[in-house]
């Protein structure tokens, strides 16, 4: 079916192209987090300035403007956008944009659990953008702005009105230390720590703005609120949860190592150097996949492309030609293939996705090792084709 392919000389140094958790920062040992708070309360006065200071440099590195509120909560982004759902949605009619798995859960919680009425989903194939130009300045509107498991993003916020009436939730968080967030036409912003900066996982991070504050403290849901997602007190925000006091018990281990991913991307240049690595990445594989004619990238074009989750789909037609079960197989065997030799790990498209491989290409991850990587994505190419001839 194919060539065999020498097997390659070069390995990549870190194997790790995980889309979640990702790879932790060049030069990361758990000696990094020696100075934890371990043992003590996160309410203690050396506790939550810890949290303090995680809020202090997201705020710095990310750009967040000074009047958006900055708190860390429990159940990673998923935590983050429940809380976010559950307590400002219902007044206003409600738009999603759904164009990968994630998109789709909110869906779900929005229709099945909140089940409210003035629903309207836009939604694309995997590959694709819904039609913004339907987006309504009147409806609260949610929606990913990087799409983890399609490897499509949203080039910009244009499509959100300046003069909106309703807000705009949006899940950033494989775009967030990657992309740039337009702050102006975001009212709630959510990510987790595992994505972009390869912290450890559970905890999320919540970002409100004045216009989201003021919906909390004017509007009470008609639906029983679970404790993990009161934000408000007497028809007041709780500033205490967005200066370092958390709704439950974090794990300070965690805060540290994110402080530590914050510390490393300040010193390296923030957020446009982050932006640049991962741009020179998803570069590398660019150049790669322009040569290569068994493979393409799953978002219909560069204008959409992530950056980070890198999704590429098999377009060799011996393979397409397949039962869509075979074509299955054959990615799976491509994944397992790179992750037996040790090059690859974690790089097997997301399970509800068209078959194919995601590999992540944010700033954790050295370009070098990219380059590396390519050559044994042909090799696996080969191997796994050529085992598909002789059965």
């Known amino acids: 079916m194919t060539d065999q392919k020498p097997t390659p000389a070069m390995r990549p140094a870190r194997p790790e192209f995980s889309s979640g958790p990702c790879a932790k920062r060049p030069g990361w040992t758990p000696e990094n987090l020696s100075n934890a708070v371990l043992g003590r309360s996160h309410r203690s006065k050396l506790g939550k300035g810890r949290l303090k200071d995680a809020i202090d440099r997201t705020r710095e590195v990310l750009g967040v403007p ?36 994630f998109g789709k859960d909110w869906v779900t919680d929005v229709t099945k659990q909140l089940k409210l009425a003035d629903v309207e989903v836009l939604d694309a194939p995997y590959g694709k953008l819904p039609d913004t130009s339907k987006v309504r300045a009147d409806a609260d509107v949610i929606f990913t702005w990087n799409g983890t498991t ?18 705009t939730i949006c899940d950033a968080t494989s775009a967030a230390f990657a992309q740039d967030l337009d702050w102006a036409k975001l009212d709630v912003v959510t990510f987790s720590w595992q994505k972009a900066l390869g912290g450890e996982a559970a905890h999320g991070v919540l970002i409100l703005s004045p216009r989201a504050v003021a919906r909390l403290e004017s509007y009470t849901p008609a639906w029983p609120m ?28 965690c805060v540290e190592d994110y402080l ?19 741009d020179r990445n998803t570069g590398a594989l660019a150049e790669w996949v322009a040569k290569t004619d068994w493979v393409d990238f799953l978002a219909e074009s560069a204008e959409i492309r992530s950056n980070t989750s890198v999704c590429l789909k ?31 790990l974690d790089v097997g498209g997301y399970r509800d996705a068209p078959p194919g491989l995601r590999i992540w290409c944010g700033a954790t991850v050295e370009v070098s090792d990219v380059e590396a990587l390519t050559p044994w994505l042909d090799w696996a190419f080969a191997q796994v084709s050529a085992e598909l001839q002789a059965a």
């Open 314 to 344: 098999v377009v060799d037609p011996k393979i397409t030609g397949l039962s869509a079960d075979a074509q299955a197989d054959f990615a799976k065997k491509l994944a397992a293939k790179l992750e037996k030799e040790g090059v690859a």
């Open 66 to 101: 000074a009047d958006y509120l900055i708190g860390i909560v429990p159940g990673s982004d998923t935590g983050a956008m429940e809380m976010a759902m559950w307590s400002l949605l219902g007044p206003r009619p409600v738009q999603l944009l759904a164009f990968e798995s």
């Open 226 to 253: 679970p404790k993990l997602f009161r934000m408000t007190k007497g028809g007041k925000v709780t500033l205490d949860l967005f200066e370092g006091a958390t709704i439950n018990t974090p794990s300070m281990l």
């Open 150 to 167: 399609s490897g499509v993003r949203v080039p910009n916020a244009d499509f959100i009105a300046a003069d909106r009436e309703g807000l």
């Open 260 to 278: 530590d991913a914050l510390r490393w991307a300040t010193s390296i240049g923030g957020l446009a150097e982050l932006k640049a690595r991962a």
